[in-house]
């Protein structure tokens, strides 16, 4: 109990400037994209998943590499007790939705468990105050497949269902790992439930 109080203030205090424009407090920019479950498009919409309670927005690299692979894992692992703390989960990258439908259908990834959306022209990440580098020419997945879109930050957002930033973690700032973003914003969720 005592780790989780400590995550949730450091997550709370953590408003480091210059890695995202958001702070906690502030609401969270409303967005509809394409997105994938289980392999197949649908259009998500924040507003609508905060009508059901917090969603965590994680925004990462690109599917197929090794710490996004990792992250969507142990989000997929742990998807139980997000949905135990009445938490949505959406992962956001500037991947094409077609390389999304085959990595959130992945067993060894989004196993079918949460969706992904497509920001191929970065609006949803610059609203969020994100910034993206573009891939190195000749780079591949761990498919072997070329990547050409640019590469989010790894940095994750916990909403809270009344719309604003709860939490704000981000790998650039903080130095943590795809699986901290995990643990950390399910110890938030679990707050934010009474958990």
């Given at each position: 109990?005592?780790?989780?109080?400590?995550?949730?203030?450091?997550?709370?205090?953590?408003?480091?400037?210059?890695?995202?424009?958001?702070?906690?407090?502030?609401?969270?920019?409303?967005?509809?994209?394409?997105?994938?479950?289980?392999?197949?498009?649908?259009?998500?919409?924040?507003?609508?998943?905060?009508?059901?309670?917090?969603?965590?927005?994680?925004?990462?690299?690109?599917?197929?590499?090794?710490?996004?692979?990792l992250e969507a894992h142990t989000f997929?692992?742990?998807?139980?007790?997000?949905?135990?703390?009445?938490?949505?989960?959406?992962?956001?990258?500037?991947?094409?939705?077609?390389?999304?439908?085959?990595?959130?259908?992945?067993?060894?990834?989004?196993?079918?468990?949460?969706?992904?959306?497509?920001?191929?022209?970065?609006?949803?990440?610059?609203?969020?105050?994100?910034?993206?580098?573009?891939?190195?020419?000749?780079?591949?997945?761990?498919?072997?497949?070329?990547?050409?879109?640019?590469f989010i930050e790894r940095t994750t957002?916990?909403?809270?269902?009344?719309?604003?930033?709860?939490?704000?973690?981000?790998?650039?700032?903080?130095?943590?790992?795809?699986?901290?973003?995990?643990?950390?914003?399910?110890?938030?969720?679990?707050?934010?439930?009474?958990?």
């Amino acid at each position: 109990m005592k780790r989780t109080i400590a995550v949730l203030a450091l997550g709370l205090a953590m408003t480091v400037a210059g890695w995202a424009e958001l702070t906690p407090g502030q609401k969270a920019p409303t967005f509809t994209a394409e997105a994938s479950l289980a392999g197949k498009d649908f259009s998500f919409s924040l507003e609508k998943a905060l009508a059901k309670g917090p969603v965590v927005v994680y925004f990462f690299p690109s599917a197929f590499t090794q710490g996004c692979d990792l992250e969507a894992h142990t989000f997929a692992t742990d998807k139980d007790q997000f949905t135990a703390a009445g938490a949505t989960i959406i992962g956001v990258s500037a991947d094409s939705i077609q390389r999304l439908n085959a990595f959130s259908s992945a067993p060894s990834y989004c196993a079918g468990k949460f969706p992904v959306a497509s920001d191929p022209h970065l609006k949803i990440a610059t609203d969020y105050g994100l910034t993206a580098g573009q891939a190195r020419p000749g780079m591949k997945d761990v498919r072997g497949v070329a990547i050409d879109h640019p590469f989010i930050e790894r940095t994750t957002f916990v909403v809270g269902k009344d719309g604003k930033v709860v939490s704000i973690f981000s790998s650039a700032a903080q130095h943590i790992s795809p699986e901290e973003h995990v643990a950390r914003s399910l110890a938030v969720v679990q707050h934010l439930a009474g958990k």
